[in-house]
């Protein structure tokens, strides 16, 4: 997608401060971070929103969930960590590329 900001992230065309990066995958950090460790991770191939994922995303998808542990703990989130993924604009979601938030650490806002 030539528009999409997270491609270009992945590219590199926009900087960002990447803390992990695999075949499938890019983490790095969120520019307005809401705690003290807030990451994005991104699957390289774009899909705009999780309910655009279909059947053939799942290993993907798959990878995505089961890689979020260990990037937590490479970030100090030893004693747990909270994702969340916002889907379309009643989900509040406002860059168009699938994208799994990891937030922990202090400053962790509230959501209970
Ligand atoms: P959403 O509301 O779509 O779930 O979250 C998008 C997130 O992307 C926001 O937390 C926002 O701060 C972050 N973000 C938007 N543009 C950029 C950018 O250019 N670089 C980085 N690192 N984060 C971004
Ligand atoms: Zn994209």
Redesign the pocket.
């Known amino acids: 997608m030539d528009d999409c900001?997270?491609c270009k992230?992945i590219a590199g065309e926009?900087p960002?401060?990447r803390v992990y990066e695999d075949e499938l995958i890019y983490v790095?950090?969120?520019?307005?971070?809401?705690a003290s460790v807030?990451l994005?991770v991104i699957p390289k191939q774009h899909i705009a929103r999780l309910d655009h994922a279909t059947q053939e995303h799942a290993s993907l998808i798959a990878h995505m969930m089961l890689s979020l542990p260990k990037i937590a703990e490479s970030q100090g989130l030893d004693n747990g960590f909270r994702t969340?993924?916002?889907t379309g604009p009643g989900?509040?979601?406002?860059?168009?590329h699938l994208?799994i938030?990891i937030l922990g650490g202090a400053k962790m806002p509230g959501f209970n």
Not at 28 to 34: E, G, L, M
Not at 91 to 96: F, L
Request: proline letters at 4%; charged letters at 20%.
């Open positions: 900001i997270f992230i926009i960002s401060s790095f950090k969120d520019i307005n971070p809401k807030h994005l969340i993924i916002n989900g509040g979601q406002e860059v168009d994208h938030h």
